[in-house]
């Protein structure tokens, strides 16, 4: 029953985003106020029917209902109550349904914040609201379609399929959620856009509207990123954080035109600069988010991510691509060049830093995809195949970032339109001196050299300084550091976090030193400065799998330290073996130990690595997110101001 | 990627097929015992970062629990003890495998795109930066009142 009522929601979702859409163009071109808060509405009631349906699949998870098929496929009785509420999205069918329901989030969001008094402001909410109502069509028809997550099968078994136990960890409960929310939340920035041109506006008023969204999506996809590289940092054994796998590039590719696009949406509010450049970057930026969509659930690539490798789905997921991105192109080359530019500038401003900025993330973004893309093609075509990898990268995208680490601390330095090259060297004389003093340190203290482990110790402690050089400059004294705006706080902390993330780079690539051995037990090995001792194994019985666990000691200079219990798990229903590591940090440095297989002879293969500075790749991107955290706060709190001043004075808000 | 799958099954027949996710192996043995000359062992752990794990996800055999990759980390120690050079050792596991097992493409006319389309992409951009400053430089000149539009400190 529960199944049933979950694909009436669906139903009911998709009539609502109908009227979503058609009254949202209507309303808007016959400037019909009723109407345009119809459009609102349903906005409102498709998101609660899409929530419904969402919750009404994870019901039948959480009560093992498996006479529903993706449950029976995805789930067993014994697997921990957290990992049946998280395999709702642990598959393909529940994970489209996940896109969805942060879709219908951000356009109730939407609904909620555009005003509805009539104003302009009105009629470009309302036909944002129609080109989100046309991508949430085109996803809940896909899904009822193709990835039906409520299709029933008799007779229902007695037991569940199980989850992959790679999947069955707590970072599935947090990175599939929050990379989505940054994937989806691009859409908001793609129908602002979308609506600014279907009415020919010249202003840069979908930019206001829509950097909150943007703001939104770029930190979650952020964090969704980070989480997804720690998860594969402690769940695949090697110690590694990136592997620029072509599902991680999926993600990266859209916080590449994110990162440029919230950049961009800064020079166009303030100086009206790159209008054309802007509304170009997001629609790039969600083609990217669906790009990716593509090619994860399309089973183009196969990956632990890739969960069905239907085609008829990847061609669907491929025409609402070529659709949604095609579509805003003809309506972008049709309009665009009718826009008027903005306030001229000067080569030395903060206007060319961020084209600077713009061409080195999109290249980014564009080589990521050559690269993902291209070894694809030239076997379809050719049948030639070769591996595009991380040494690709490294020495490709890696450079391009060394630039713009270079140029970054000035971004925020000079000043719009006509500043001061000369003042702005002068002022980051001791950042400058700062970062190449811990170049030339490392670069003579180090062996075994390594490029990027120097550049990018040097680069993020340039990148620091330079943040709390320009904090420092604008506060002029202690006191009043912290009455800066939230403005000047989020831009040096995000540039901070990025040094931060540098730092970690260049820990791991600098001192990273592993060992393995064969152990059997009483026996020791040695890395770094740790000595780990083998105390003993043990079986262990969890609620779903059975374990090899290892007591290991570990003795700093013959003292003990502590005790690690890394275990090697076997899944029976899934008839997989996993190798939980055991990570001991000291946020300056992890201890990383592996248990892996046992020897014919007896004892164990022990993988052990020390990963210095490690924890900061993750940190960084935390103070990176924290920033966009504070950045949208202060623009939601000074909505919530004017609002209440408005309020005040009893005026109407088109009156501001 | 079925293609792929039946093409590795084709290169690997001397291999036991593992499962395409590394860390998912039942049946492995993933010791391998380093060089007694740290030299010859530093190099062949550089090396190791070079290749693929062909039944991997783009992984390299440095990074992965497959049996092949651990029986290709023997191979190209057996190889450098054997005296070869880096490049041979890579000749020659281009040779059995294609260049399918180098992480990083080589520079050939079909991968023309790969090596050189950045640099394109950045000249072109370049350009066109540099354009959109002259147009806007110009304008300036016409424009002698700028505002300040920086945030107020």
């Not at chain 1, 791991?508 to 060992?515: A, H, L, N, R, V």
Request: a positive charge.
């Amino acid at each position: 029953m529960t199944g049933e009522l979950g694909q009436l929601a669906l139903c009911l979702a998709l009539a609502l985003s109908l009227v979503q859409a058609i009254s949202g163009f209507v309303g808007a071109s016959q400037n019909n106020i009723r109407l345009m808060a119809m459009g609102r509405g349903a906005a409102l009631g498709s998101f609660v029917f899409i929530a419904l349906a969402f919750f009404t699949l994870m019901f039948a998870y959480v009560t093992s209902d498996f006479s529903v098929l993706a449950v029976f496929q995805n789930s067993h009785t014994l697997k921990p109550l957290i990992y049946k509420i998280s395999g709702v999205w642990g598959n393909h069918e529940g994970s489209m349904l996940l896109w969805i329901l942060i879709l219908g989030a951000y356009s109730a969001a939407i609904a909620m914040t555009q005003p509805g008094d009539g104003s302009e402001g009105t009629k470009l909410g309302a036909r944002t609201l129609s080109v989100q109502a046309l991508i949430a069509i085109a996803f809940i028809v896909f899904i009822l379609l193709t990835s039906d997550p409520f299709e029933r099968f008799y007779p229902p078994p007695f037991e569940g399929n199980g989850l992959n136990p790679l999947l069955q960890d707590p970072g599935l409960a947090f990175h599939p959620p929050l990379l989505y929310l940054g994937y989806v939340g691009l859409s908001a920035a793609f129908s602002f856009a979308a609506a600014s041109l279907l009415e020919s506006r010249n202003d840069a008023a979908w930019v206001r509207a829509a950097r909150p969204f943007a703001l939104m999506a770029w930190t979650a996809l952020t964090l969704g990123i980070a989480a997804g590289s720690w998860w594969a940092y402690y769940t695949l054994g090697w110690g590694g954080f990136w592997f620029w796998d072509p599902v991680e590039n999926a993600s990266l590719m859209p916080w590449f035109v994110a990162t440029a696009l919230i950049h961009s949406m800064m020079a166009t509010e303030r100086t009206g600069a790159f209008k054309s450049w802007t509304l170009l970057l997001a629609i790039t930026a969600f083609s990217f988010s669906l790009i990716g969509t593509f090619l994860v659930r399309s089973g183009v690539l196969n990956s632990v991510h890739a969960f069905a490798n239907d085609p008829r789905r990847g061609f669907f997921i491929l025409m609402i691509l070529l659709v949604s991105i095609t579509l805003p192109l003809i309506l972008f080359a049709w309009r665009a060049p009718k826009l008027t530019p903005g306030a001229p500038f000067d080569v030395a401003s903060r206007e060319t830093g961020i084209m600077i900025n713009n061409l080195l993330l999109t290249a980014s973004a564009a080589i990521t995809l050559t690269g993902t893309l291209y070894p694809l093609v030239l076997d379809a075509a050719e049948g030639i195949k070769i591996t595009v990898g991380s040494p690709y990268y490294n020495a490709t995208v890696v450079p391009l970032f060394v630039v713009l680490a270079l140029i970054m601390p000035f971004g925020p330095i000079m000043l719009w339109r006509r500043g001061n090259l000369r003042a702005a060297l002068y002022s980051l004389r001791f950042a400058g001196a700062a970062g190449l003093v811990v170049l030339l340190a490392v670069l003579a203290i180090v062996r075994p050299y390594s490029t990027l482990g120097v550049l990018a110790g040097g680069l993020g402690t340039w990148l620091i300084a330079g943040s709390i050089t320009d904090l420092a400059r604008r506060a002029g004294s202690w006191r009043r550091l912290f009455h800066l705006g939230a403005g000047a706080w989020s831009v040096a902390l995000a540039h901070a976090g990025l040094g931060v993330v540098a730092f970690g780079v260049a820990g791991t690539g600098i001192w990273k030193s592993e060992g393995t051995e064969v152990l059997a037990p009483g026996k020791s090995m040695n890395v770094a400065a740790y000595e780990l001792r083998l105390d003993s194994t043990e079986r262990v019985q969890g609620p779903n799998y059975i374990a090899d666990r290892a007591n290991i000691t570990v003795l700093t200079n013959g003292r003990p330290l502590t005790v690690i219990h890394p275990e090697r798990r076997q899944y029976p229903v899934e008839q997989m073996t996993t190798s939980n590591s055991s990570i001991r940090t000291t946020v300056i440095s992890d201890l990383y130990v592996v248990l892996s297989e046992p020897r014919d002879g007896g004892g164990w293969v022990v993988r052990a690595y020390v990963n210095p500075l490690a924890p900061f790749i993750w940190l960084g991107a935390v103070v990176m997110a924290f920033a966009g955290f504070i950045a949208l706060g202060a623009r939601i709190a000074a909505r919530v101001r004017a609002a209440r001043s408005a309020a005040a004075a009893g005026a109407t808000e088109a009156a501001q | 990627m079925k293609a792929l799958a039946a093409l590795l099954a084709l290169f690997l027949l001397a291999f036991p097929l593992a499962p395409v996710f590394a860390g998912a192996q039942p049946e492995e043995d993933t010791y391998v015992a380093p060089l007694a000359d740290p030299v010859l062992e530093a190099r062949a752990k550089a090396m190791q970062k070079e290749l693929r794990c062909l039944v991997c996800q783009g992984q390299s055999i440095d990074e992965s629990n497959a049996p092949l990759a651990a029986d290709l980390r023997r191979l190209i120690r057996q190889q450098i003890q054997a005296g070869q050079s880096d490049d041979q050792v890579k000749e020659f596991l281009v040779a059995r495998y294609g260049a399918f097992v180098l992480m990083k493409p080589p520079v050939r006319t079909d991968t023309y795109i790969l090596w050189f389309g950045p640099a394109l992409l950045l000249i072109v951009g370049g350009l066109v930066i540099a354009a959109t400053i002259l147009r806007s430089r110009k304008r300036l000149a016409s424009d002698p009142q700028p505002e300040d539009l920086d945030l107020p400190a």
